[in-house]
């Protein structure tokens, strides 16, 4: 893969089971790939809405095992595992707040110019169930993007 990458990430919340109808929130934005010590990262920035500015984020992939790592208005280190539990602090401009994720079921495909990896997961908040959720990512060589991301 090269060094320049296309990244589309969609998610979705359920309060109850998973719903295959539901509207998945998409982003679809630039990034950088490389691979260090047989961990794959891929850094992007998500843009947030008034003055706070892009959040600065990392995914790190490593033998089945995903880690979300945001930084910038708001702070989170979520690790996704499958049958595991992992909790993490979620920091915010008004306080933090304790994020557990149970991942349920996790798929990676890594191929010569794309990833990708699909997680499905409960969200605990302060240890109160919150939603089963989903994840989508699917990473490409900018090139190979700009094709299978076209509208």
Known sequence: MTKEVLISLKG????????????????????????????HYIRYKEPQDGDAGATKCMLK??????????????????????DKKNMSSYGTPFGSIVIGVETNRMSLLLEADRMQVKVDYRMDVNYEFLANC????????KEKGSVLFRS
């Open 61 to 82: 992939i490593k033998n089945h095992e995903l880690e979300l790592i945001k930084r910038g208005a708001s702070n989170v280190n979520m690790v996704f595992i499958k």
């Open 12 to 39: 979705v919340q359920f309060d109850g089971p998973v719903d295959e109808n539901s509207e998945p929130l998409e982003i679809i934005t630039n990034g950088e790939y490389y691979l260090k010590n047989d961990t």
């Open 134 to 141: 989903s994840i989508s990512i699917d990473v490409c060589s």
